[in-house]
């Protein structure tokens, strides 16, 4: 190994600390500007319908020069939040969706209309100040509309309203014969449920209508060690059942060890309560939460609204500390905490082949998503096969609605559980493919679903087993759209990404 390779893996945090956190500033600042401009400019709205067009056009292009390849969207890979980057996007078409603006905020409708590459961080920068919000928003900051939409998304207040998309109200849509429509449960609506979890295989999106709920101050939040893998499983679903608790999240730190998070909505507070978690100095989230395993009380605190949204960003939940151990010391918070996390873009774009491969043999990027019911289980077999700790443990609801994700056991609405393990195994026996097969074939028992940002190792068979795909299949060859677009597991599946 030569030496600067070694020095990028060994001390990666070198190469980070101080190449990469100065440049991710300069590229923050850099669109913060140009988000500044083109609102006080107010030419977002106007704009649309010629970008719309240009993307129209590309498409109308593609028909024109006989369909000779498939068709994916421009967005390089390193700039997404999918932990892999797309191979696909060397041999496709590739159409350019530079569609980055909040188009109208329609406070009479409760709606907000956005463009695909919308950000949640810039959705939380516009809408709280005006005292609104979305009802789910997965915190990390980067995460776009249009990603969330065709993949999924889950936050601590998915227990009431369901994945991304459930707060969806309409999606515009460039198809693969160069129609835009617009679609929803009314209008369209065979194409309306199956853009969920379709990966951009069915059409490019260009814009979305996204339910907007009033926002408040604070998050109300009460912490509670919990203790016992019977207590944790019994204390998260009677929690997650309680639809008094607008924000539900537990933190499990090790076989018998969790916190059990809990929320409301306030714009009162109790002054000596306020903890403002977002501020550059304040310890990361996880680590924080984890001291309250120690005095075993319930405790409460008040977190303004957006930085309760984006709690896990500053350490990307728990991966920052492979990356510069020292992070959450106190003496690196203050002078270096403002400059805290590295765009997770540039960290992908800098990869070397070694840190690749270090990842790809002794770490595990995986979230799970199955019905409650299964959770005790699911933990204990993850235990066996990984045990990496913390855990991060977040109900959803999930519909019964027509597309590729719904309960299989019942058709009504069901409880379910996202399982998010992110870090090193802790176990002799883990191997890559051996252990995410299990996984993955434990999930597929459950009848649960993984969710396809990761690294998944599912046969085609399998993955068609876990996602329905009859809706989807009859839609695509109904728009004609074969020859298009790929299927969705051309997209996903371990020989599309590298
Ligand atoms: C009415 C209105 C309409 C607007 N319309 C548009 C529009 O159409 N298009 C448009 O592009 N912009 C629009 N804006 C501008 C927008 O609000 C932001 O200025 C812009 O998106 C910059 O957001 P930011 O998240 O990059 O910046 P900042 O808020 O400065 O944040 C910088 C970074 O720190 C993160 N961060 C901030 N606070 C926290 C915290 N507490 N915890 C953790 N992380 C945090 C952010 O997510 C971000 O990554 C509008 C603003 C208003 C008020
Ligand atoms: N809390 C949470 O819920 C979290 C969710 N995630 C996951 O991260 C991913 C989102 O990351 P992000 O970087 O935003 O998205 P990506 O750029 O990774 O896009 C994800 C998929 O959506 C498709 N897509 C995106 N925009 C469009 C569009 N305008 N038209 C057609 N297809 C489109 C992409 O197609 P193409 O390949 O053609 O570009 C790609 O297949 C999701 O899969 C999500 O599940 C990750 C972390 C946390
Ligand atoms: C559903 C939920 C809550 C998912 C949370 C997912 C995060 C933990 C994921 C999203 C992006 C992600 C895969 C990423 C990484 C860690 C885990 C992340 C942050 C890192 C930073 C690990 C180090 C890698 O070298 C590399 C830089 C490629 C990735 C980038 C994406």
């Known amino acids: 190994m030569g030496f600067v390779e070694?020095?990028?893996?060994?001390?990666?945090?070198?190469?980070?600390?101080?190449?990469l956190l100065p440049v991710s500033l300069f590229y923050n600042i850099w669109f913060y500007c140009r988000n500044?401009?083109?609102?006080?400019?107010?030419?977002?709205?106007?704009?649309?319908?010629?970008?719309?067009?240009?993307v129209q056009k590309q498409i109308i292009d593609w028909n024109n020069n006989g369909r000779v390849t498939k068709m994916c969207t421009a967005r390089p890979g390193w700039q997404t939040m999918s932990f892999r980057r797309p191979l696909y996007k060397k041999h496709m078409t590739n159409i350019e969706v530079n569609l980055v603006d909040i188009l109208e905020v329609d406070v009479q409708r409760r709606i907000v209309r956005v463009e695909p590459m919308v950000s949640m961080g810039q959705l939380t920068a516009t809408l709280n100040p005006?005292?609104?919000t979305i009802p789910i928003l997965p915190e990390i900051d980067d995460l776009t509309v249009g990603g969330l939409v065709m993949g999924t998304g889950i936050e601590s207040s998915s227990h009431i309203y369901g994945l991304f998309q459930h707060i969806c109200i309409s999606y515009e849509l460039v198809l693969c014969d160069g129609r835009i429509?617009?679609?929803?449960?009314?209008?369209?609506s065979d194409l309306y449920w199956s853009v969920p979890w379709s990966y951009g295989t069915l059409g490019i999106l260009t814009a979305v209508e996204i339910k907007m709920i009033p926002a408040k101050q604070y998050i109300q939040l009460v912490y509670e060690p919990v203790f016992g893998i019977d207590n944790i499983v019994q204390?998260?679903?009677?929690?997650?059942?309680?639809?008094?608790?607008?924000?539900?999240?537990?933190?499990?730190?090790?076989?018998?060890?969790?916190?059990?998070?809990?929320?409301?909505?306030?714009?009162?507070?109790?002054?000596?309560?306020?903890n403002s978690i977002g501020r550059w100095y304040k310890p990361w989230f996880f680590k924080y939460v984890q001291e309250k395993l120690k005095s075993n009380t319930i405790t409460t605190e008040y977190i303004p609204l957006?930085?309760?949204y984006h709690r896990h960003t500053r350490s990307l939940f728990w991966e920052l500390q492979d990356i510069i151990p020292f992070g959450n010391n106190l003496v690196f918070r203050i002078l270096f905490g403002w400059l805290v996390p590295p765009k997770v873009s540039l960290l992908k774009l800098t990869q070397t082949k070694s840190t690749k491969k270090l990842y790809e043999n002794n770490h595990i990027i995986?979230?799970?998503?199955v019905p409650v019911s299964q959770l005790k289980k699911s933990l204990q077999i993850f235990q066996d096969l990984v045990n990496v700790y913390p855990i991060w443990i977040c109900p959803f609801i999930l519909p019964y609605n027509p597309g590729m994700v719904h309960p299989k056991n019942q058709n009504q609405?069901?409880?379910?559980?996202?399982?998010?393990?992110?870090?090193?195994?802790?176990?002799?026996?883990?191997n890559p493919r051996e252990t995410t097969r299990n996984i993955e074939r434990h999930v597929i028992d459950s009848d649960g679903f993984q969710m396809m940002y990761a690294d998944t190792y599912m046969t085609r068979e399998e993955f068609r087993m876990m996602f329905d795909h009859s809706l989807y299949d009859e839609l695509r060859k109904k728009m004609n759209c074969e020859q298009a677009f790929p299927e969705v597991y051309d997209k996903v599946s371990k020989s599309a990404r590298y």
């Open 366 to 369: 995986q979230d799970m998503l």
């Open 413 to 430: 609405s069901e409880l379910f559980v996202d399982i998010g393990l992110y870090g090193t195994p802790n176990v002799k026996t883990f």
């Open 36 to 54: 500044l401009i083109v609102f006080k400019l107010s030419s977002a709205p106007t704009q649309h319908q010629k970008k719309l067009q240009f």
């Open 306 to 308: 957006r930085a309760y």
């Open 235 to 274: 204390k998260f679903s009677e929690a997650s059942n309680n639809k008094q608790n607008e924000f539900v999240e537990v933190l499990i730190y090790s076989e018998n060890e969790a916190v059990l998070m809990t929320g409301v909505q306030t714009d009162s507070l109790e002054s000596d309560k306020l």
């Open 130 to 132: 005006l005292g609104w």
């Open 181 to 188: 429509v617009k679609c929803s449960a009314e209008n369209e």
């Open 6 to 19: 070694n020095i990028l893996i060994n001390y990666r945090w070198v190469f980070v600390c101080l190449f």
